[in-house]
């Protein structure tokens, strides 16, 4: 008999997280929302009248942080209430009542900016001796940094509308890849004809029959190259729209305008590059263990996804995947441990799945509240990591919210993926130290270095094609499908080195890769892993200085510039030490991990 979902009221109260700390009840919500919307009517109260006076430029941007933090608390409940069973119209309805509400207050907040760069240098300088505007100073040198890139306002509405038009190569390939895109079919294991799909590609790629890889790997990349020259002239015009605003904007490239929104020096960008071509030979030295443990004559592409060694079933029920959690996150420290237990015992997770629930993982909450975290725990080793690197998130909120006014307690995305990963590298490592079994142990290291492979190598490789045909186009080449695939040959073979068989296929791997349409975005997935794993390695080594400057990074929100509060914890992501620290703990996995094959013979 098939199992079935329990239903929200068979779920125990204590496993479902307490959406109340928010609001009280839904007629709570409904009151603050009728709030809401007396206040968004006070926005002509201060069009035009910001720089009047100090008291007037305070009462406006209060007033804006007011209806900011009532948007957030009617939002983030709506929508969680509806992921706890999105079969409940009641909170559909009231979802798509905020949305529309956060919709009417960005319009009349819109004038904020604008009118700040339009005050007259004396003007806002006078303003900005009254002690009470302190508290804006980030705020408004981050605004007024960027005013050389901001246009007349006839300007600035023409590059909006604009903006309409350069959205469409990624509409059109989303369409593209996502409803119109027929791979094919296969044959599975048990010779059975399945549909592939880009959802279950992967899936067939770690299949331990080399037959069904090759047909997955070949199947695929057959369908993209029916259109081949279409997806070339999609990633063309959106490269050409990238260098269209640039230009604009008054930036000397892309890829500046597209750093600059964090305030990111081109030498993080060029400094991650270089430091991981200079590990490329070690990356190569694992992909030739791998090839060595498959027992393979040749190591093809279709090869890289597939589990080096069998998957190991460990059954964690969630009390024990708290604790092992608890335990790999010891080296934080007891103030750290102390709130972890707090979200722990006072219900800011919902744990388990049931009927209608929103599928996945995520940390999200309000600044009035606590962090909430959405699981859907599976008692595997996988929901073990989920709940570590969510509760990274909701800590790195937490420490923020309590130490930075609403105005600043939001931090960029630039560092958003290193609490969680930080704890996922404590727990892991952790996990590894701790392995009484030879099997699990060389589990979880490999385990490990997949992550190095797909979070740092490839998305740095992704990062350095992004950056070449940037560059191809502000030099006036075209960018056709027969360019991008050569260019794109070209990084696979320097990557990944002579043990591998860079097939044919793989030139035009670049045709499905949906980060390609929003730039330069890829290269954070590489730094903020680099960045955890450097901080997790100094927290193992210094101790508690080490500690103290992270958790000061964690309670910095949005302060500063990301790269400022990177720096003070420990990590300077403008030079090469981060990503080799990161990198030679790469090394080291892998030394250890060779030496655990060939003590237990575990080869293939």
């Not at 069009?47 to 009047?52: E, M, P, T, V, Y």
């Not at 969630?318 to 979200?343: C, R």
Request: aromatic share 12%; net charge negative; proline share 4%.
């Amino acid at each position: 008999m098939a199992k079935t979902l329990r239903k929200r009221e068979e779920i125990p109260q204590e496993d479902k997280w307490r959406l109340e700390d928010i609001f009280p009840s839904d007629q709570e919500w409904e009151k603050r929302f009728k709030e809401t919307e007396q206040l968004i009517s006070l926005a002509e109260k201060y069009k035009g009248n910001l720089a009047q006076s100090p008291s007037m430029f305070i009462e406006g941007m209060e007033w804006a942080d007011k209806l900011s933090l009532n948007l957030e608390d009617l939002y983030t409940y709506a929508k969680m209430r509806r992921d706890e069973n999105n079969k409940i119209s009641l909170y559909q309805g009231m979802t798509d009542r905020a949305g529309m509400l956060s919709v009417q207050a960005g319009s009349a907040l819109s004038f904020i900016v604008p009118e700040i760069l339009a005050i007259p240098e004396e003007k806002l300088t006078q303003i900005r001796r009254d002690p009470r505007l302190k508290l804006y100073d980030h705020f408004l040198e981050n605004v007024l940094r960027q005013k050389e890139h901001i246009l007349s306002p006839e300007e600035e509405k023409l590059l909006a509308e604009a903006g309409e038009l350069a959205a469409a190569p990624s509409t059109i390939f989303s369409m593209a890849n996502d409803a119109d895109l027929k791979i094919g079919y296969i044959k599975d294991e048990k010779g059975r004809e399945i549909e592939l799909t880009k959802g279950n590609f992967i899936k067939y790629m770690e299949s331990k029959e080399r037959a069904v890889r090759k047909d997955a790997f070949t199947t695929l990349y057959a369908a993209y190259n029916k259109q081949i020259n279409t997806w070339g002239a999609m990633l063309n015009a959106s490269v050409k729209a990238d260098v269209f605003f640039a230009k604009a904007r008054r930036y000397r490239s892309s890829i500046e305008a597209a750093l600059d929104s964090d305030n990111v020096p081109l030498a993080v960008y060029d400094s991650l590059l270089e430091t991981v071509h200079s590990f490329l030979p070690e990356f190569q030295r694992y992909l030739k263990l791998r090839k060595k443990v498959l027992a393979l004559d040749e190591l093809h592409m279709y090869d890289i996804y597939v589990p080096l060694l069998p998957e190991m079933d460990a059954y964690i029920p969630f009390a024990e995947a708290k604790e092992k959690v608890k335990e790999g996150l010891k080296p934080l420290g007891g103030e750290y441990l102390k709130v972890l237990e707090e979200g722990f015992a006072n219900r800011w997770i919902d744990v388990y799945e049931n009927e209608g629930k929103t599928s996945g993982a995520y940390s999200w909450g309000t600044y009035s509240s606590h962090p909430y975290v959405l699981l859907n725990h599976q008692n595997t080793l996988d929901s073990l990591f989920t709940l570590a690197h969510e509760m990274g998130h909701a800590l790195h909120s937490y420490f923020s919210n309590k130490k930075q006014p609403h105005l600043y307690a939001g931090y960029k995305i630039f560092v958003a993926e290193v609490a969680s990963t930080l704890n996922e590298s404590l727990v892991m490592r952790h996990l590894i130290h701790t392995a009484d079994n030879p099997k699990m142990k060389a589990y979880l290291l490999n385990h490990y270095l997949e992550q190095f492979r797909g979070t740092v190598f490839r998305q740095t490789m992704f990062a350095e094609f992004e950056k070449t045909i940037h560059a191809a186009v502000e030099r006036n080449e075209s960018l056709t499908a027969d360019n991008l695939s050569q260019i794109y040959r070209e990084l696979n073979l320097k990557y990944f080195g002579p043990d591998v068989v860079v097939d044919e296929q793989i030139n035009i791997e670049w045709a499905r890769i949906p980060h390609f349409y929003s730039s330069f975005y890829v290269y954070k997935y590489a730094t903020g892993f680099s960045a955890a794993t450097a901080l997790s390695q100094q927290i193992l080594n210094e101790g508690p200085a080490s500690v103290k400057r992270y958790l000061e990074f964690l309670a910095g929100g949005g302060s500063d510039y990301p790269i400022v509060l990177l720096r003070r914890a420990g990590v300077d992501m403008e030079k090469p030490e981060p990503v080799r620290e990161a990198l030679t703990v790469f090394s080291d996995l892998l030394n250890q991990l060779e030496d655990l094959i060939n003590k237990e013979n575990l080869w293939g």
